[in-house]
């Protein structure tokens, strides 16, 4: 089948099942184009909190559809690769989340909103990149802090805040592949990019110093949108290029790494979006017991933020 073909089928199917079609900014670029709304988690999980549409079809990762479910209990939500998983979700279970609270009884649990729907029913609030440092904030400044499961989103909350947290071991295997060195030379290489990246690179301590900004994905965007600078080097999953490129023809972007793709993250495709919505598989359900309690979680987090940029590093206060 050609691709035309099968853009005009998901259109007309998109129809018939009342259906919207969201998809994050690393999604390969022809979901991207068919896609009613584009974005990152934030953004993702406001849409789908707010969508009048009985299918949501979910072009992301396992954890971005489920939190769609969980804001949506009742409505059809669907994932069209049902392996599309995340590696940093997996860094931590509930169980392992339960064992860590009981060690810290009284301490409030902040969780990266990549994590499974039992570990947000565990935590008390939720963040994204986008509302990290808002929602850490709003924490009293006497309460102990879990952050789970990003290290490297909790140590950037910790130098912009100076607040101490204890933080969960994990990280982005994408991100993770991402290195100072080699951002170094492409600084070297091109002089006039902006150097914007991702709180969840791998080498955040070190690359921190060379970056002009640290943004969610939707606030790289925004920058290379707004920013004069003629040319960037972009420090996050590679897929964000399709759009930096689309939405700025005139400019120049160049991958921190190109190895900073996310094997999961591919797994949706147009033909997948197509059989998705033609059979109505693969469907992601949450149990209500832990959706009421991952919902009051999200719920929180999205009270308390609003769009918006981090704290620049110029800005940071020491931890200690
Ligand atoms: P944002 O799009 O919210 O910046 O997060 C990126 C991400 O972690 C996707 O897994």
Redesign the pocket.
Known sequence: MKTTEITEEILELKKKREAVILC???QRGELQDIADFVG???GLTQQAAKTDAKTIVFCG?HFMAETAAIMNPGKLVLIPDKEAG?SLAAMISGESLRRWKAEHPGAVVVSYI?CTAEVKAESDYIC???NALKIVDAIPADREILFAPDQFLGTFIQQATGRRMHLWPGY?HAHNRIDTEHIRGLKQEHPKAEFVM?P?CGCLTSCMPLADKVL???GIIKHCRDSKAPEFIVGTEVGILHRLHRENPQKAFYPASEEAFCEFMKLNTLEKLLWSLQDLEHKVVVPEEIAKRARRAIERMLEISSPGAYVQPSEKRPVD
């Open positions: 994050h900014n690393y990152d988690s934030l990762v995340c990549n994204t990149s986008t982005c991702h969840e969610s994905t939707e």
